[in-house]
């Protein structure tokens, strides 16, 4: 059961709790970075529908938020058949944009992953950006706790010289719905994207930036490069013209 806790007025975390089961774990039964993700989401959306600008409430607000970045750190790994308790809370909103932090706790309190996404929200009659009213940042009740030391999420860039790797269609099973390629394929076929001694490490940390949304029929191209911090998995469109994502993992 999804409960909200109040503090004092005007601050709320969310939390919820998760068995872990089949569809977030990998061949070594261990949580994965798509099930954080999938987790995180849940509890995301779960937020927006208690106070009256979730999924459902589209058609009468003609509104629907859209992922700009996200950036998570694993502290412990989870295994399959356990059962986790996930946080989420709003933070630092402005017109333009907003930010949400996430904690997820394992079954003895202990914390085993922070995260952190930027959002915009997006007009359904116009498929532009529109401003966060006060109403709806007060209808989140802003919490003002980060989970990492800076709270803003810094911009990926994209490194030079990176090396394709592989090309995909975006699928009819990919779209989202606002209809463009919902953001979790875009960490899925950057792992597919990953030679094989990379795609076997466990990352402990990954940062995704958004920055052009792909559409069912596009063909998207995968670029890697290996640096210091991390390594890098670019996604442009058939021409490169259109940057989709950066994707850091490390």
């Known amino acids: ?25 990998n061949q070594n039964r261990l949580l994965t970075l798509r099930g954080i993700i999938l987790l995180l989401e849940d509890l995301a959306c779960r937020h927006s529908d208690m106070v009256g600008f979730g999924i459902n409430d589209t058609l009468k607000t ?9 950036k998570i750190k694993i502290l412990k790994e989870a295994n399959y058949g356990s059962t986790v308790t996930v946080k989420t809370w709003s933070r630092d909103t402005n017109k333009l944009y907003t930010y949400r932090d996430f904690e997820i706790y394992d079954e003895n309190n202990n914390l085993i992953c922070i995260a952190s996404s930027k959002w ?17 940042r007060n209808a989140y009740n802003p ?11 810094s911009k990926l860039i994209e490194p030079s010289n990176a090396n394709e790797t592989f090309s995909f269609r975006v699928n009819r099973r990919d779209i989202d719905i606002n ?24 990352f402990k940390n990954v940062e ?8 069912l029929g596009d063909i998207v191209n995968c670029f890697y490069k290996e ?24």
Not at 208 to 215: G, L, Q
Request: include cysteine.
């Open 1 to 25: 059961m999804t409960r909200c806790i109040k503090r004092e007025l005007k601050l709320a975390i969310i939390e919820n709790k998760y068995r872990i089961g089949v569809k977030y774990v």
């Open 62 to 70: 003609n509104l629907s938020w859209v992922l700009l970045n996200w």
């Open 120 to 136: 915009v929200l997006l007009s359904t009659k116009t498929g532009h950006i529109t401003q966060i009213t006060d109403e709806i």
């Open 143 to 153: 919490e003002n706790k980060t989970v990492f030391e800076e709270p803003e999420i």
């Open 179 to 202: 209809n463009h390629m919902n953001n979790l394929y875009y960490l899925d076929y950057a792992l597919e994207a990953l030679p094989e001694d990379v795609y076997l490490k466990k």
């Open 208 to 215: 995704i930036t958004y920055k052009n949304s792909s559409k």
């Open 227 to 250: 640096q210091e911090d991390g390594y890098y998995v670019v996604m442009k469109s058939e021409t490169s013209k259109i940057l989709y994502a950066i994707i850091k993992l490390c």
